[in-house]
């Protein structure tokens, strides 16, 4: 009887935190995460066991990170489950230590991205509307606790998201460990025990063998409490990241690879506000791909106090003041190398910059007109022509002028901001300046 009373319970809480968080809809396809440790098996097995009642169609994916010996053993055995349970399963392998090596991620980090990305792949290719990951209740705690130490925003402080937008849910984040071991144990359910989770290599390693333990001795009900402060947490960060929304849609504007925000609004903002605007300014630059750091994101507030001339929020994203604007970029605007041009030949010297070179008679080009479009006498042109960015000193003679001027001094007059200076094309020939690209021909 109290067997059956375990397994009932395990199976109630499941279905509570899926109804709590509206994780599924009746027929989800639902793709899951099955690496073959304790807490991923107990998943697979509590979805099965609600599968009629959601009408749930289960395939099972796995993971060979090519990072330990036994990621072949691991394979092979949620390879068997899936046909032990009659479901589908797809296998992915993928070298994370090289990938980790190239880009110059954590391991950890590293795993992470690639698992989500191939998860995502593969929900889509099978037609999944959902991915299920065995995250817990401790390792929630354990993410809480992590980020508390390392030192963090109100958004980090919440833990790990029971629901994410793109269809990840995580059926387990309210159940905890020991729950789970006894599930598996009174099931009699196999599982596979991931060595490295036994070392103190890792940090999260050695927050769950050391800290936790002792918090676990001033109070028992450490994961409940913990639970309900990220959980009251989320529902303050949802409420402030909404009016951030509403106010970013109000105040700032997006014109291609920036995003330009009235400096005195910003300055009129609260902290809580101002530092989210930031923040969704660079993830509407990068698509979501935000890596500001809060240490970053404080400097940057602290400068927009006071006059400056640009600072760097990550390796993708810039900022700077441009006539009472706050301007924020990507950094893509690298120096244009130096390339030959050849007569009806198209070159691109970026992935935005295409240059064509035509000779012909002036009548040839009639209607043709615009910014973009410049007509030098041939015969004056000491050959080749090639286009780089600007040099320090480059002089010309802007046409309708007598006197050469700095290139320099030109970009200031014509308000040419200085992110984008190095992105005009200068075409030359082996004398002098002929085109500054979009903006004055030599005379």
């Known amino acids: 009887m109290e067997l059956k009373k375990r397994i009932t319970d395990f199976h109630q809480l499941l279905k509570k935190t899926i109804d709590k968080y509206h994780m599924l809809n009746q027929g989800d396809k639902v793709l ?27 395939h099972i994916f796995h993971l060979n990170h090519q990072l330990r010996d036994n990621g072949a053993r691991d394979a092979r055995f949620v390879s068997e489950l899936g046909r032990k349970h009659n479901l589908e399963t797809t296998i992915e392998s993928f070298d994370v230590g090289d990938f980790c090596r190239k880009n110059n991620y954590s391991i950890q980090a590293g795993a992470r991205i690639i698992r989500y990305s191939l998860l995502d792949k593969t929900a889509t290719e099978i037609g999944a509307q959902k991915i299920a990951t065995g995250h817990n209740a401790d ?64 940090w999260r390693n050695r927050v769950r063998h050391h800290l936790v333990p002792a918090l676990a001795e001033q109070n028992p009900d450490y994961v409940a409490n913990i639970l309900y402060t990220c959980e009251t947490l989320r529902r303050d960060d949802e409420y402030l990241a909404g009016e951030a929304y509403k106010l970013y849609k109000r105040i700032a504007a997006k014109d291609g690879d920036e995003v330009i925000i009235n400096i005195e609004s910003l300055r009129k903002l609260d902290p809580a506000l101002g530092y989210r605007l930031l923040r969704l300014a660079e993830s509407d630059l990068t698509a979501g791909d935000s890596h500001i750091s809060s240490r970053r994101l404080s400097n940057l507030w602290e400068a927009l106090k006071h006059d400056f001339k640009r600072c760097d929020l990550s390796s993708q994203i810039g900022v700077c003041l441009d006539r009472g604007q706050v301007v924020i970029f990507l950094r893509n605007f690298e120096p244009l190398q130096q390339t030959k041009l050849l007569v009806d030949e198209s070159v691109k010297i970026a992935p935005d910059i295409k240059i064509n070179l035509s000779l012909g008679k002036l009548s040839d080009f009639t209607g043709k007109n615009g910014r973009f479009i410049a007509f ?68």
């Open 32 to 58: 899951t995460a099955v690496s073959g440790g304790p807490d991923s098996v107990a998943l697979l097995m509590g979805l099965s066991a609600l599968a009629d009642e959601y009408n749930l169609k289960l």
């Open 376 to 443: 030098a006498d041939a015969e004056k042109i000491a050959w080749p022509l090639s286009v780089q960015s600007f040099q320090s000193g480059d002089r010309f003679i802007p046409l309708g002028m007598t006197g050469k001027k700095k290139l320099h001094d030109f970009f200031i007059d014509e308000k040419v901001p200085r992110r984008f200076r190095r992105r005009v094309p200068i075409i030359a020939d082996e004398n002098h300046i002929i085109w500054v690209g979009g903006y004055r021909l030599d005379e």
């Open 139 to 202: 390792d929630v705690v354990e993410t809480f606790l992590m980020r508390l130490l390392k030192g963090s925003g109100l958004s980090g402080l919440t833990g790990i998201p029971p629901v994410r937008n793109d269809g990840v849910i995580r059926p387990l984040i309210e159940t905890k460990r020991i729950d789970i071991d006894a599930y598996l144990s009174t099931n009699g359910f196999k599982y596979i025990v991931d060595e490295t989770n036994l070392t103190d290599k890792y």
